[in-house]
């Protein structure tokens, strides 16, 4: 989940 | 009104592969400069970031942005039915539900449609931020995918190397290990079958095989790949 989240936010997700 | 003509239908077959295998759904955004599509896959590791440029097309008409979430695998069964050099229009209806792919044979001698339900998907807005990467290589794709595929027998994961010489792709395993060195090519004499790196410092990074195979399903669509490399962001 972690790693997800990090990328989420890498990319832009909120 | 929305309306998008490819004279050869083989060019979205090759978009779509590149990308269903990551992908269930995804928006299309269309809009008066093309096609947008950005959606990180199921897993939500990578993202797939797609641009279809209006003047990519034989023809384009937008007059009201749009947004068409796709089921892909759907899509893939309608493109399944067109032949490679069949002319494919898609069209859809400012606030349609429905998209329609058109397809006619070189003759003209058969003309098949196929409409496709929309889907309300949840609209995030994501991209790949400008980086400055520390290592940026141009090789050919098909090398490219040939040595994430070679590799994936040996480990579940390929460290990549990247210095001012060259690169280098290295698995192991229980089977034992395997190690692929690009040199930069020295003379550009055929651009497509160049390997060139621009580098700021070194750089050695690991990537899961899985995703890197997945990326390669892109491979028909461009000779050259470019791979981006800096340390604790994404390839």
Redesign the interface.
Known sequence: GT??NW??G????? | MFEARLNASNVLKKVLDAIKDLLNEATFDCSDSGIQLQAMDNSHVSLVSLSLRSDGFDKYRCDRNLSMGMNLANMAKIMKCANNDDTLTMKAQDNADTVTFMFESQNQEKVSDYEMKLMNLDQEHLGIPETDYACVVRMPAMEFARICRDLSQFGESVVISCTKEGVKFSASGDAGSANIKLAQTSTIDKEDESVIIEMQEPVTLTFACRYLNSFTKATPLCNQVQLSMSADVPL
């Not at chain 1, 890498?10 to 909120?14: K, P, R």
């Open positions: 790693i997800q990328l989420a890498y990319f832009g997700a909120e």
